[in-house]
């Protein structure tokens, strides 16, 4: 039996193989164009390595991954899977042609795939991710496993293949994985804003401070609570110099639709604490530039899938076609409703080379 606090973890991490579902079978739908080739790595390890992590059994395992994959998305969570992670991989290349040499730290980054694309595209970049320990070794474990992960990484030839078979094995895996360019870091966030400080700007040695930095938070910072979620962003506008911000999270608008997304979640036992806290656009702005001194841009998701701001062209009218041909969607209200609680944030402070203007008129509240 888990104690309620690490069943409460154990319920957070398990998001993770929510949103990867949702990526195979937008991807697997053909929303992304190409296939996403490194997927396929992540599920096999989970499907191999679910049933020794802590709170699951063989049998319980199988039955999670069973739910996760077995049955089709609606085409409005596809269209959404799509638009987030096309609009973060957008804000990324722009980040990464303007300042040409940085770094990018994905927080929570789970199984999320777009490290490997990334580091495959861009030879100037260097990636981390961090995440809990146990979810940083199901993704190592593939990494260890396939030559597709290990070439993205630039993982030298000859790295040992672990095969994990029980879960005493997979408690005792040293979590973490670090190439020249990339670092998988095992570490709870909450010590960024609880612990000792100095403790915690140990786990992030792979930076380099001085570097112009984007953090990527994609529906993370969402799971911790309101005074975590400030210590978080605060720990790395200190940490960093030239720190940039690209949060992705979903927001209550205190309307109906929020509370039924709250008594969802909190039906699956998840508590989604800074939804409330930070209800709109306009608190999170007052956050972000008041509190913790960035410059903040913001829209949510209706704007950039095009359903409630005309012309902001976040998509090319080829590409509306494109993703429109691939799956009938009648319910545009109800996708639109939907979007407009999940917010896209950008944030900068003493950057050096400013956030490209085309997009930061794309993230005005005030064009709404
Ligand atoms: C909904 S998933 C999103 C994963 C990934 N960012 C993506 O978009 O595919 C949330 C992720 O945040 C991670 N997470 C939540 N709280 C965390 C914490 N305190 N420390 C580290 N990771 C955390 C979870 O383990 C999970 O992988």
New binding site residues.
């Given amino acids: 039996m888990l104690l309620p606090t690490a069943r409460q973890?154990k319920l957070?991490?398990a998001?993770?193989l929510?949103?990867?579902s949702c990526?195979v079978c937008a991807s697997t739908k053909g929303y992304f164009g190409e296939k996403d080739r490194f997927l396929a790595p992540l599920v096999a390890s989970y499907k191999s390595n679910l049933q020794f992590c802590d709170g699951y059994t063989a049998l319980s395992a199988e039955r999670t991954l069973r739910a996760a994959f077995s049955t089709a998305k609606f085409p409005l969570i596809n269209r959404g899977t799509f638009l987030?992670t096309r609009a973060l991989d957008m804000v990324v290349d722009r980040f990464v042609l303007e300042q040409k040499k940085c770094q990018v730290l994905?927080?929570?980054?789970?199984?999320?795939t777009r490290a490997f694309r990334v580091l495959e595209k861009y030879s100037q970049v260097k990636y981390m991710e961090?995440?809990?320990p146990e979810?940083v070794k199901i993704k190592k474990l593939a990494i260890l496993k396939l030559e597709i992960l290990q070439a993205a990484v630039g993982a030298n030839e000859g790295i040992d293949l672990i095969e994990v078979t029980s879960k005493e094995e997979l408690r005792d895996m040293y979590s973490d994985f670090v190439t020249e360019r990339y670092a998988l870091v095992g570490?709870?966030?909450?010590l960024c804003s609880k612990g000792d400080k100095a403790q915690a700007a140990a786990a992030f040695l792979f930076l380099d401070p001085s570097l112009p930095t984007l953090i990527?938070?994609?529906?993370?910072?969402c799971?911790?609570s309101p005074g975590?979620f400030v210590g978080v962003l605060r720990f790395f506008g200190d940490f960093l110099e030239h720190p940039s911000l690209i949060l992705?999270d979903p927001m209550s608008l205190g309307d109906g639709f929020g509370h039924s997304m709250v008594s969802n979640l909190s039906n699956r036992g998840i508590d989604l604490q800074t939804f409330q806290t930070f209800p709109t656009l306009e608190s999170r702005q007052a956050l972000l530039e008041e509190q913790l001194g960035f410059s903040a841009y913001l829209t949510d998701m209706a704007a950039v899938g095009g359903f409630s701001v005309p012309d902001l062209n976040w998509l090319s009218q080829e590409e509306v076609q494109r993703i429109s041909s691939l799956e009938m969607m009648d319910e545009v209200e109800e996708i639109t409703l939907m979007l407009r609680h999940y917010s896209l944030i950008y944030g900068e402070k003493n950057q050096r080379a400013h956030f490209p203007e085309e997009l930061q008129w794309k993230l005005q509240p005030k064009y709404k």
């Avoid at 994905?106 to 999320?112: E, F, N, T, V």
């Avoid at 990527?216 to 910072?221: D, F, P, Q, R």
């Fill in positions: 973890d957070v991490r998001t993770d929510d949103a990867l990526k987030r994905a927080l929570g980054g789970g199984s999320d961090v995440d809990f979810l570490f709870d966030l909450r990527i938070s994609e529906c993370v910072l799971y911790l975590d992705f």
